[in-house]
């Protein structure tokens, strides 16, 4: 069969494919890759761009990783799929171990998830049912942080931000939950008082009615990239305890190590009563999630009504995702991650120092392998993203964020080619109509 053209896929996509975000006929430019390899990206049209982006950070070691390909090959001789239910497989059953050793002390139970919304959803159907099960059914609702966001799923969706969380066309439709103020204090300041009265306000008034509160530690990622005090992570901690309230940590984007801790959590000392994971469990190969819990909620929910888990995806604990995540977690365990972590840092904070001094640009702030430049007015992202891919990049903002959060494998010259390009573009942006767009 002859392989289509590279004009003849571009011309099927537009046709037929509705990206992510994205309107039908949408003129935002979509650029064919045909390849990726280490931290590249190679498009249709021979131009290799470097990933700032780790395929909305995942892939940690970078693309074709011979341990991680030899994993999938391997698996895939044995068996791709097999359902969970009624059987079980020795990828998940060591995944499952896995997790449970190297996560904060006390999550004992792993339940598989085949995405990372949908392990939200797990953990707050998990959550409704441990109190129904526990006797206190009048805790349905949950309490969520301002710029948080935890997936586009419908339940996922009611404890993201109503406002910034992308999701207010939906508002009238979802549960009504409970939000207050995100932290102010960044992560190296104490935890502002005002912020953990507030907390403890909406705890306090509301105990009977909430199961949970759902936050991302430390970092608030898609929200606004946010960097918080771990202060802050450990009051709510001794809130949830002193108010019988369940603490859900959603560590999609802060798992394995991007922040420099190998999870965001162990910044506060703290371990949640569930704790999601996805994106980089798998270094990006496959689409799988996570939710541990402790024993005491499983041992709720199974003595219940109707004594199990009313949940099950088709996709859960695939053997070939298994296999992938049990090899990356090696991978990443093997490698002197902490090392390379806190020198993707070192290379974020000079190379993106200069941005801080632009007046388009309203902080810059840097933490483990994430590097942010927020700008005063949202990009404009049909014309400023075909000028990172002209500087060799790819680099993706949203909102009035241009990020990085690269593979950890990057090395130092690429690095300093993914910050030099961003401080390139920025420097040529000026605020039109509300956005900020290249000035020639």
Not at 266 to 274: C, K, L, S
């Amino acid at each position: 069969m002859t392989q289509p053209t590279s004009e003849e896929l571009m011309r099927i996509d537009r046709a037929h494919v509705w990206h992510p975000y994205a309107a039908i006929g949408d003129a935002t430019p979509v650029f064919p890759v045909v390849s990726a390899e280490g931290v590249r990206l190679t498009l249709a049209d021979g131009r290799h761009l470097i990933d700032g982006m780790a395929s909305w950070w995942c892939a940690i070691h970078g693309y074709s990783h011979p341990v991680l390909n030899a994993a999938a090959e391997s698996q895939l001789a044995e068996m791709a799929h097999v359902m969970f239910g009624g059987l079980t497989h020795p990828p998940a059953v060591r995944l499952a171990e896995r997790l449970v050793s190297i996560t904060p002390q006390g999550l004992d139970l792993v339940f598989f998830a085949d995405s990372g919304s949908v392990s939200v959803e797990v953990a707050l159907k998990m959550a409704i049912q441990y109190w129904r099960d526990f006797g206190r059914p009048g805790k349905r609702r949950f309490v969520a942080l301002r710029n948080g966001y935890h997936g586009d799923t419908l339940h996922a969706m009611s404890v993201c931000d109503p406002v910034t969380g992308m999701h207010s066309l939906f508002r009238d439709v979802l549960p009504q939950q409970l939000f207050v103020p995100a932290p102010r204090a960044g992560f190296a300041a104490p935890a502002d008082p005002a912020d953990v009265r507030r907390l403890e306000q909406v705890l306090s008034e509301h105990a009977d009615q909430i199961a949970g509160l759902i936050l991302e530690p430390i970092v608030q990622g898609a929200g606004g990239m946010r960097f918080y005090s771990p202060d802050y992570l450990r009051a709510a901690r001794e809130l949830c305890d002193r108010h019988q309230v369940l603490l859900i940590a959603d560590e999609m984007a802060t798992g394995f190590g991007r922040t420099g801790r190998l999870f965001a959590c162990e910044h506060a000392a703290v371990t949640p009563d569930i704790l999601c994971l996805g994106k980089a469990l798998t270094g990006g190969y496959l689409s799988s999630a996570a939710v541990l819990t402790r024993r005491a909620v499983g041992e709720v929910i199974s003595a219940g009504e109707p004594g199990l888990f009313m949940h099950g995806p088709t996709f859960m604990a695939n053997p070939l995702a298994c296999a992938v995540a049990l090899a990356s977690i090696d991978l990443l365990l093997s490698s002197h991650w902490s090392e390379a972590i806190a020198h993707i840092e070192r290379g974020l904070q000079i190379g993106l120092a200069s941005c801080a001094e632009l007046p388009q640009v309203a902080e810059v702030r840097v933490l483990g392998a994430i590097g942010v430049v927020e700008l005063v007015a949202p990009v404009d992202v049909r014309s400023v993203q075909p000028r990172f891919v002209a500087e060799g990049v790819w680099v993706r903002p949203f909102g009035r964020l241009v990020y990085l959060m690269p593979p950890f494998v990057i090395e130092d010259s690429d690095l300093a080619a993914l910050t030099s390009a961003v401080t390139k573009v920025v420097a040529c942006l000026i605020v039109v109509d509300g956005q900020c767009r290249p000035s020639t």
